[in-house]
């Protein structure tokens, strides 16, 4: 059984049209940053720094999690990202899709070659999530990267679905709006909750 055949990445043209009729949110959405098949975006005010004097270790598996601090950085003033140094950074456009596709992340390739990655693992953006992203930024460079709130650092890419979802991402997803608590648990899925409330009982 073949595919419905309109499931393919947008350009352009569609993500326009996208976000014209509500489909895809972009606030602010400004149309010199529409690229022929993705969206520009740009790094925000708030970077979450590791706190390495007061973290010994980082144990996912036992949800053992780094301290953090923010960093707050007024427009046009630099935050300086060294070698080897990961940090979270904030997208400063609010953004999301609804249940009929999802959205892909990328870096721009004129920063990776200045050794800039925006992202490790988390590329892509659940259908039904609307949310300030959060970048994974890290310095792969030997000298230190200038990073400031404003820069245009990655891109959007849109892709529609072959159906809608069966469930919500409103429901089943770890992550708010503001997107400002990194280090989450994982929501329990409705059958799960409804096992252990019967087993409460």
Do not use: C, W
Request: no cysteine; hydrophobic share 35%; proline share 5%.
């Amino acid at each position: 059984m073949s595919l419905p055949s309109n499931n393919m990445f947008l350009s352009d043209v569609d993500i326009r049209k996208g976000v014209e009729n509500g489909s895809i949110t972009i606030k602010p959405f400004r149309e010199e940053q529409l690229q022929v098949a993705s969206y520009d975006v740009t790094l925000g005010n708030e970077f979450e720094v590791t706190d390495r004097h007061r973290t010994a270790t980082i144990d996912p598996a036992n949800k053992i999690y780094p301290y953090t601090r923010t960093v707050k950085v007024a427009d046009g003033e630099p935050f300086i990202l060294h070698p080897g140094e990961s940090v979270l950074g904030k997208q400063r456009e609010f953004i999301g899709v609804d249940d009929e596709h999802l959205i892909l992340l990328s870096g721009k390739s004129s920063l990776a070659r200045a050794g800039l990655v925006v992202h490790n693992t988390a590329m892509l953006f659940n259908p039904g999530h609307y949310f300030y992203p959060t970048f994974e930024l890290v310095n792969t460079n030997n000298v230190p990267l200038i990073l400031r709130p404003g820069m245009e650092v990655a891109q959007l890419l849109f892709a529609r679905l072959t159906s809608a979802t069966s469930k919500s991402y409103k429901d089943v997803g770890r992550y708010d709006r503001k997107n400002s608590l990194h280090f989450v648990p994982k929501k329990e899925s409705v059958a799960t909750l409804r096992t252990v409330v019967r087993r409460k009982k």
